[in-house]
């Protein structure tokens, strides 16, 4: 077990010592409207050889007219631009020079050593203390939990915030962090725990003692680290696949209707499925920590970013399956109570009606396979002006908003029951 352990982070050592971090100066980002089948196809050509081109896709290729969002190495900029022209092919410009939203992103020291605060963005290493701090400064209500562990041999931590053993059934999960780049997904899930401990509001109080709290913060540790110290703009995992390629797509990799469409058989895309299910460390050791304790679940809640989007299950197919009756109008309850604080905007609906097919996601596999009543996938702000690269300052605004719909989500439930 321990050799297990030991020698991909040997391994890690050297790779990290030899890579730079990437810098992205005048890399631009398009917003692609394929017009024809053909146009399509050669979009779809550069998305299986993603990490071999330095194009990098923001949104999958899907079908002609549904947007796609990709990023350009500004060596590849007039390729595009006299591709779409000469295919008639719409492209707007989202960002004209990613460094500079990645220099505005706000990721700095806190002001204080020690401290932790929701006005930057935090590293694997901070959100790891920040928990192991809440377990020893609330220990009748905190416990530290290791939910599992990745391939390069990190933990993944998260904590039981229990206000009652009564409570025991009536827990909710939330993860965050599956998809390295979406950094706000980790930062709202935290804040939220937060709220959980501290706010001293007796209506919300009330409504945070009535569950037991599942918070895992970073579900992607080897991703997420390399978006700090290497690439931000990595997705997936890091194990190597060949061909130069690195990682799959854990929310891709579980097993339930895994391989099942939108999601790719290549190592170089993004939305690579892996060889099996659960081919990766970090799913499956997950998988089989939240299989002793998912009979408890009343809600579980996967965080991603980025469109203003309130998704329900499955992502293999658009059937309104399960509870759709009762978990529909709960989101659109939901999305109405996130818009009354700042005027954001959210659509509600089955994933693959509202975005595009995405089989073998978390949420699917935790639903499908223990029919938790409740199970959300967030796709929080924005819609494509900062994107991945939500600046710092909307941290709380973004998880003000999602907490308020996420006690709508709750409440609204209780009443049916
Ligand atoms: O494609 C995804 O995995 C998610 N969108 S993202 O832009 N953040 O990558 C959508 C999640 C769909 N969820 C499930 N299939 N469960
Ligand atoms: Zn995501």
């Known amino acids: 077990m321990k050799m297990r352990f030991l020698f991909p982070l040997l391994a890690l050592g050297v790779t990290l010592s030899l890579a730079e971090k990437i810098r992205f100066d005048n890399y631009k980002v398009y917003r692609l409207i394929p017009n024809d089948e053909e146009t399509l196809d050669i979009l779809k050509q550069m998305e299986n050889t993603d990490q071999l081109s330095e194009y990098n896709f923001w949104s999958p290729v899907i079908k002609v007219e549904t947007p796609v969002d990709l ?219 939240i299989s002793i304790i998912a009979h408890r679940f009343v809600a579980y809640i996967s965080f991603h970013s980025f469109s203003q989007l309130l998704l329900l299950p499955y992502g293999h197919t658009a059937a309104h399956l399960d509870n759709y009756n009762v978990t529909y109008p709960i989101g659109l309850k939901a999305a109405e109570s996130l818009a009354r604080r700042y005027g954001t905007r959210y659509v509600v609906g089955n994933i693959v009606e509202t975005i595009y097919v995405a089989s073998g996601g978390s949420m699917d596999w935790v639903k499908g396979t223990f029919g938790t009543p409740l199970a959300y996938t967030y796709e929080l702000r924005d819609t494509g002006v900062f994107g991945f690269l939500l600046p710092a300052e909307q941290i709380i605004p973004t998880a003000l908003e999602t907490l308020d719909s996420l006690i709508t989500i709750l409440n609204e439930y209780e009443s049916t029951k």
Not at 136 to 142: K, Q, R
Not at 161 to 172: E, L, M, R, T
Not at 266 to 280: D, I, K, M, N, V
């Open 71 to 289: 990023m350009v190495p500004p060596y590849r900029v007039d390729y595009i631009e006299s591709m779409a022209k000469s295919r008639g092919m719409n492209a707007s410009v989202l960002m004209e020079n990613v460094q500079k939203y990645i220099d505005n992103e706000g990721l700095r020291p806190q002001a204080r050593a020690g401290s932790f605060g929701w006005t930057s963005y935090h590293t694997y290493d901070e959100y790891n203390s920040f928990l192991r701090s809440l377990a020893t400064n609330y220990p009748d209500t905190v416990t530290l939990i290791r939910g599992g562990y990745s391939f390069e041999g990190r933990e993944i931590l998260g904590v039981l915030v229990s206000f009652s053993p009564a409570n025991q059934n009536n827990a909710v999960f939330l993860e965050s962090l599956i998809h390295a780049r979406e950094w706000i997904t980790g930062a709202v899930s935290t804040y939220i725990l937060n709220e959980i401990l501290t706010s001293t509001d007796p209506e919300f109080r009330r409504f945070a003692e009535r569950y037991d709290w599942y918070v895992f913060p970073v579900f992607n540790p080897d991703g997420y680290v390399f978006t700090h110290t290497t690439n931000r703009m990595w997705r997936k995992t890091r194990v190597p696949y060949g061909g130069s390629c690195f990682g799959a797509d854990p929310n891709r990799n579980w097993g339930y209707f895994w391989n099942s469409g939108g999601s790719s058989a290549l190592p170089c895309s993004e939305t690579y499925h892996g060889p099996s299910a659960f081919s990766e460390t970090s799913t499956k050791t997950l998988s089989h920590f």
